[in-house]
């Protein structure tokens, strides 16, 4: 039978998003050009849906990696199926191919998306129904030269932000507290700084650096030590009063299990290329929040359709408030590939109105940076 919502076409770009601003962090450093995928699937009736993969090479996976698992792997999952039959489709994805999350994630939105537009629903309807439509922005201080991030601060401080992480552990421990004293004494009394060490220290003497760093009253502490370093970053968290956020110890579900009941971290912050999709993404926010843990809606570099599907995620996801940081196709990216870009002021992102993500993809933006196509 073939239906409306028929997968009838399927194609993966790859492509190179082109960067406004160098960042570092405790991980790695990203300057001048990222590259990512973009997936486009068509139904029977027309209708498109549209999925994005953002991995980065220090922190998840590949994006050549990334492409060929959805060209060559999932493809064959995909045509002829109904996008509404996205929870089997994803259950055979997760046997087809081990791994590579980030193309399960773009499948998963892309399916979504597909679904709401034909339904006529919004994908935080088909998740549960909206919580809540705007998400306080966090925005990251991360760029090498601190001059260029101050003025980033003011820029943002007069967009209503009121949340900022500062990325540490790239530096000496003397240099970072000199960026933080900076940093406060900008802010004003209802501005809150959070602190990211993207696995950027060492276990040994890493209780006195996180207790310097308390003198700024920082909301939460995120991943001080490496991912696999869960009985350290345990100790960290019992030793300071801070809350600690694990973001590179928790991909999966199971490992989610694992924080909860070791509870090694506070809060956890989730990502949708992280845990490879929505349905991953939820099952980690549901542990935790039975638990009792709060949860962040992070990101990685993702253009307008990542991040569309993280708005929605976030909005259907109660225990996911602690902010999110919508906003690397505004500030970070070189190019806009969505004719409404993603909403953002009042210090907040906004959840976008129309069935599916709700966006328009301006395809002639994304021609400007694809450099292969498979169909
Ligand atoms: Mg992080």
Known sequence: ??????????????????????????????????????????????????????????????????????????????????????????????HAIVGHGEAKAAVEMALYDLWGRIAGVPVAALLGGVFRDRIPLSVSIANPDFEADLLFLEERLADGVRLFKVKTGFLTHREDLVRLEALKTR??????????????????????????????????????????????????????????????????????????????????????MKAGGFTAARTIAAIAGAAGMPAYGGTMYEAGIALAAGIHLVAATPNICLGAEFYTSRYVLGVEILREPIRLDDGASHLPAGSGFGIEVDEEALASVTVDRRT
């Not at 050549?64 to 929870?87: F, H, K, Q």
Request: no cysteine.
């Open 1 to 94: 039978m073939i239906y409306a919502d028929t997968i009838r076409a399927l194609d993966v770009r790859f492509v190179r998003w082109p960067l406004k601003m160098k960042r570092r962090h405790g991980v790695g450093d990203v300057e001048k050009v990222l590259p990512g995928v973009v997936l486009r699937l068509e139904a029977e009736d027309g209708s498109v849906g549209w999925g994005e993969a953002a991995p980065w090479a220090v922190f998840s996976g590949t994006a050549e990696a990334n492409a060929a698992a959805i060209d060559v792997y999932l493809r064959p999952l995909l045509i002829g199926r109904r996008a509404s039959e996205v929870a089997r489709i994803m259950d055979e994805a997760a």
């Open 187 to 272: 802010l004003p009394d209802d501005a809150e700084i959070r602190i990211d060490y993207n696995q950027g220290l060492e276990p040994y003497g890493a209780v006195a650096k996180l207790r310097d760093m308390e003198r700024f009253a920082p909301g939460f502490i995120e991943q001080p030590v490496k991912r696999d370093q869960r009985d350290a970053m345990g100790d960290l968290a019992r030793a300071i009063d801070t809350p600690i956020l694990a973001d590179e110890s928790v991909f999966s579900p199971a490992e989610a299990i694992d924080l909860v009941s070791r509870r090694y971290a506070d809060a956890v912050s989730i990502k949708l």
